[in-house]
Nanobody, 118 residues
Framework: VQLQASGGGLVQAGGSLRLSCVASGSFSGINYMGWYRQAPGKQRELAAI???????NYADSVKGRFTISRDNAKNTVYLQMNSLKPEDTAVYYCYVNLKMTGIDRSYWGQGTQVTVSS
């Protein structure tokens, strides 16, 4: 299984970015997909998650600014980030929990840097 994340970059405060993460490999389905982030010197934290029924959950710090969505046909999860703030600067990691033969497994993507300048 591989997770390929993309879409990070440098943006000014108030700007927008969209992250994408594609899951590929051998699995029968996706239970949930999400995005975590880790700022320098801080612990990794959940930014947003979406489960198979489409239910979403967001960190309080991103509610109203970030939107997570998924395309089941493409095994892809997106994170639309609007009204970005300098404190959103972090490495963003996609995270998926997959249905596999006999057991569900979780995987991390490689991380993509998001830098918001003031």
């Amino acid at each position: 299984v591989q997770l390929q994340a993309s879409g990070g970059g440098l943006v000014q405060a108030g700007g927008s970015l969209r992250l994408s993460c594609v899951a590929s490999g051998s699995f029968s389905g996706i239970n949930y997909m999400g995005w975590y982030r880790q700022a320098p010197g801080k612990q990794r934290e959940l930014a947003a998650i979406i489960v198979s029924g489409g239910i979403t959950n967001y960190a309080d710090s991103v509610k109203g600014r970030f939107t997570i969505s998924r395309d089941n046909a493409k095994n892809t999860v997106y994170l639309q980030m609007n009204s970005l703030k300098p404190e959103d600067t972090a490495v963003y990691y996609c995270y998926v929990n997959l249905k596999m033969t006999g057991i569900d497994r979780s995987y991390w993507g490689q991380g993509t840097q998001v830098t918001v300048s003031s």
